[in-house]
């Protein structure tokens, strides 16, 4: 059942696409704390198909004409990755709050600028790394936080499967799509390094520095086979811990990401799902203190509500901002084109060096 606040942050939602469709649509309509306030998308079919379905107070075709509507107050930012950073300035510039998807953007220098827009502004804006919303990894995280100790190594995978869509298919909606729908110049798929890191490997390297902090350097191989990508990166962390990052696209086998880490005081060792099951992450963390296990539940594995809740506490009351900074957002762009350009040169490069895409 739904329970309303009584004050609630009154959302945009600029894209009515597939993202929006499965994700962020719904999160507006069942968060406690927010509405979805309005809807914006050049597609008019697909604008009428989303404003019919989930009901906003205001419909736009045009971005600037819903960012003028004084009542709103902040945006999620659901689009193709290349208007991730242009969409996001412009809401800060119309003084409003953003939730924009990952990655923000695909160079460091756009990062950068998207970092010093948010400063300028004195706005919040939250990147879209749903996945430190799972409760089971929140669990985690507050361990290795307050009881861990010192952090030795992380092991971390995030393997995406042949069969993910099999499995997708059968528990989702089909997306509502339109010929007319507003795609960016190029086909962002032709480079699929590119795109599997973005789309993927974002993730990943945004998990490991949830849990063992800034990232301080990497060395990357790949290796390319019968249509899959195998990046094996090894990791030295600002605190001194070693970390294996493996991401694979696709493995065949089922859904394969999750991660082990070894600490002082304990140790976790964690299990995570096709984020499309809204399922949380198994976790089994061990605490050396008494020889014993402890595996929360986290039963409310709305990842991408919660997200929106939490932007919503921080905007409305005040509160810690729970989710990813711009500053992480930039930081995961950095990890990303260092493991691009360890890949193309052999070597070990340092993330404070890098320059350029991925």
């Given amino acids: ?90 809401a800060l510039e119309a003084g409003k709050h953003v939730l924009c998807e990952k990655p923000i953007g695909v160079s460091v220098e756009e990062g950068g600028k998207l970092a010093e827009a948010v400063k300028r502004s004195g706005k919040v804006l939250q990147v879209g790394h749903m996945k430190r919303f799972d409760p089971a990894l929140e669990a985690a995280r507050d361990f290795v936080r307050d009881e861990m100790g010192e952090i030795l190594a992380l092991k971390a995978w995030y393997c995406d499967s042949t069969h993910r869509y099999t499995n997708t298919d059968a528990v989702q909606p089909l997306p509502i799509t339109s010929k007319l729908a507003k795609k960016p110049g190029g086909n962002p798929k032709a480079d699929l390094r590119q795109y599997f890191m973005l789309a993927h490997g974002s993730h990943l390297v945004d998990t490991a520095r949830f849990l063992c902090g800034e990232i301080r350097a990497v060395r990357a191989r790949l290796n390319e086979r019968f249509g899959a990508y195998c990046w094996f990166v090894e990791t030295e962390f600002a605190n001194g811990a070693l970390g294996h990052l493996d991401l694979t696209v696709a493995v065949r086998m089922d859904w394969h990401e999750g ?14 799902f096709n984020p499309w099951y809204f399922r949380a992450s198994e976790v089994d963390i061990f605490h050396e203190k008494d020889a014993t296990s402890r595996k929360p539940l986290g039963a409310d594995g709305h990842f991408f509500r919660r997200q929106l809740e939490g932007l919503a506490d921080t905007v409305l009351n005040g509160a810690p901002l729970r989710g990813a900074t711009v500053e992480d957002g930039l930081a995961s762009i950095r990890a990303m084109v260092a493991i691009a350009r360890s890949v193309e040169s052999g070597e070990r490069v340092e993330l404070a060096s890098v320059t350029g895409a991925v």
């Avoid at 002082?264 to 995570?272: D, H, L, Q, R, Y």
């Fill in 1 to 90: 059942m739904i329970r309303k606040q009584d004050r609630r942050l009154r959302v945009g939602v600029l894209g009515c696409g597939p993202i929006a469709q499965f994700a962020h649509l719904e999160s507006c309509v069942k968060a406690s704390n927010a509405d979805l306030y309005a809807i914006c998308d050049a597609a008019p079919d697909l604008l009428a198909r989303m404003g019919a379905t989930y009901e906003p107070e205001k419909m736009y075709s045009d971005y600037d004409a819903m960012l003028a509507d004084p009542q709103l107050e902040a945006v999620i930012v659901a689009t193709s990755d290349a208007y991730h950073v242009p969409m996001s300035i412009k």
């Fill in 259 to 272: 991660f082990q880490l070894y600490g002082e005081n304990g140790s976790v060792i964690a299990k995570t």
